[in-house]
Nanobody, 114 residues
Framework: QVRLVESGGGLVQAGGSLRLSCKAS????????MGWYRQAPGKERELVAA???????NYADSVKGRFTASRDNAKRAVYLQMNSLKPEDTAVYYC????????WGQGTQVTVSS
């Protein structure tokens, strides 16, 4: 069983920055992919960023150049640095971890005001 706990969401003005963190706990040998999805009201959950255990990343086109995903395998943590935030980035952000299945965090709200 893997438990993911997120932190770092909040309210920020357009153009501002936030950093999300997500730490995994449980009986874990090695987590494969980790990353972030988001879900805005009335919309489907979408992939924001994914990062492999080796550090390779993949981003949604809408966040390329603004968001940076990173991870610390020793801490079993994944991070999302979000810069130049836009109102359309407003959503609940969920971290995930792939470990013999997909595990999800509880979600953290990010609100960007115009």
């Amino acid at each position: 069983q893997v438990r993911l706990v997120e932190s770092g969401g909040g309210l920020v003005q357009a153009g501002g920055s936030l950093r999300l963190s997500c730490k995994a706990s449980g009986t874990i040998i090695r987590i494969d992919d980790m990353g972030w999805y988001r879900q805005a009201p009335g919309k489907e959950r979408e992939l924001v960023a994914a990062i492999t255990s080796g550090g390779s990343t993949n981003y949604a086109d809408s966040v390329k150049g603004r968001f940076t995903a990173s991870r610390d395998n020793a801490k079993r943590a994944v991070y999302l640095q979000m810069n130049s935030l836009k109102p359309e980035d407003t959503a609940v952000y969920y971290c995930y971890a792939a470990y013999y299945g997909i595990y999800w965090g509880q979600g953290t709200q990010v609100t960007v005001s115009s």
